[in-house]
């Protein structure tokens, strides 16, 4: 059977692009695991790595891959199709992120993941720092010599970051109070028909009701 020419309707790959109003961060890990990260505004990340682990690491390669964001953005296997089985879990790499020794929230590594981390109703440390900020992951590389200490073994971590404390500027028409709408003429108003069938089928039943009564 001809296979079907499908690379025609393929979308083709986008890269991963900040929003507005992102601040980019690009650091390179070479501090060993786990590793601050400067955002501003008093805010900062640090890079963990939770695994238990002690003996595997010391007997890895130090420039095995341990996690990177290629996984995120391979092609998938197709389903029916036998491939190669994976040998390991996804490694739990994520960024906790802080105010000070306060910890606003944990964030995953995932490619384009993008999550708020606030700290609730406290009030703002004496830094004058966000009480809320907001993440989102571009792309990282995490070898086995980083895991295990200090040293350049090509591993690094880029993310975006805003302050999400803050109200927006733009702002939409006040939704219309519902009796104003109700005195509108039928033409300006938008209503459901099966509403209004419901509505005097409502009012039929009542009345009905309000007969036998008597």
């Given at each position: 059977m001809t296979p079907f020419p499908v690379d025609r309707?393929?979308?083709p790959e986008q890269p991963i692009a900040l929003p507005a109003g992102f601040a980019p961060v690009r650091q390179r890990l070479t501090a060993g695991l786990p590793q601050r990260i400067e955002l501003g505004a008093g805010v900062h990340a640090v890079l963990v790595l939770p695994t238990g682990l002690a003996q595997q690491w010391l007997d890895?390669?130090?420039l095995a891959v341990v996690s990177t964001s290629a996984d995120d953005l391979a092609a998938r296997p197709v389903p029916g199709v036998p491939s190669l089985p994976r040998l390991v879990a996804r490694t739990p790499l994520r960024?906790?992120?802080?105010r000070g020794t306060q910890i606003l929230g944990s964030v995953p590594l995932a490619v384009g993941?993008?999550?708020?981390?606030?700290?609730?109703?406290?009030?703002?440390?004496?830094s004058g720092g966000a009480a809320a900020v907001e993440l989102m992951i571009l792309d990282w590389h995490l070898a086995a010599g980083t895991v295990r200490g200090s040293g350049d073994y090509g591993s690094h971590v880029s993310l975006g970051w805003r302050r999400a404390d803050q109200a927006?500027?733009?702002?939409?028409p006040p939704p219309i109070n519902v009796f104003v709408s109700r005195r509108r003429p039928p033409?300006?108003?938008i209503e459901s028909e099966q509403g209004q069938a419901y509505l005097r089928y409502s009012y039929l039943l009542d009345k009905k009701l309000r007969r036998v009564i008597r």
């Open positions: 309707y393929l979308v890895t390669e130090p960024l906790v992120v802080r993941l993008r999550r708020v981390c606030a700290a609730g109703a406290a009030p703002p440390g004496p927006v500027d733009d702002f939409g033409a300006q108003r």
